[in-house]
Structures are given as structure tokens and as C-alpha cells.
């Protein structure tokens, strides 16, 4: 299972960003897809997760303010980022969850994205 993620750049506070990421596998619509952030010097963090149902999950820190999607028939998920604020800037990294049940632990996903940046400008 190879994941892409993309989407990142610069963007002044208030403005808006969508991530993509893009998975192969064709079991993909079973995989519970999370996105997580790390910031310079800090640990990595979970930022939203999307279950094979549908059902989701957020950070209470991006909660009103991010949403995550996908589409099974793309076998993409997308992470929606609106009010955007210079705390959120960090490489963002999508992962699958294989069997799972969309955990909020980094160490509970099997498969990783390369990362991309996200850069908010006060």
C-alpha cells in the first residue's frame, strides 16, 4: 500500500488549504484513513480520522474548522482545512489503518504518506 499526500503550501491565517491523499490497494474502501500533523520539535499528533463507515473523528484543536473525507471510488481521502491558524502549521502525513478502528494512536497505522507541509503566516 503506497500513499501520496498533497495539497500543502503557504497560506495567510483566515485562508483555506484541502489535502489530498491517494492510496493504492485495492481494499482501500476498508482502511480507516487518519491525518496527523507534527510541528518542528514536536511530537506527531492526530488531527482526524475517517472509519470505512463513514463515521469521523477530530482533534478537539481543528474541530468546526477541519474536515476529512473520501472517496472509495478514487480511493482518495481529503482533509478540508478552513479558518487556518499559524498553530496549525506543520507537516501533515495521512496513514491507513488496516483492520482498525480509526485510532487516534499513530502507532496503530500500518502505512504512511510521505508528508506534506502546511505553512500559516500570522
Known amino acids: 500500500v503506497q500513499l501520496q499526500a498533497s495539497g500543502g503550501g503557504l497560506v495567510q491565517a483566515g485562508g483555506s488549504l484541502r489535502l489530498s491523499c491517494a492510496t493504492s490497494g485495492r481494499t482501500f474502501r476498508r482502511y480507516e484513513m487518519g491525518w496527523f500533523r507534527q510541528a518542528p520539535g514536536k511530537e506527531r499528533e492526530f488531527v482526524a480520522v475517517?472509519?470505512?463507515?463513514?463515521?469521523?473523528s477530530y482533534a478537539d484543536s481543528v474541530k468546526g474548522r477541519f474536515t476529512i473525507s473520501r472517496d472509495d471510488a478514487k480511493n482518495t481521502v481529503y482533509l478540508q482545512m478552513n479558518s487556518l491558524k499559524p498553530e496549525d502549521t506543520a507537516v501533515y502525513y495521512c496513514a491507513a489503518e488496516v483492520d482498525g478502528v480509526g485510532s487516534r494512536r499513530p502507532s496503530e497505522y500500518d502505512y504512511w504518506g510521505q508528508g506534506t507541509l502546511v505553512t500559516v503566516s500570522s
Open positions: 475517517i472509519r470505512w463507515s463513514g463515521g469521523t
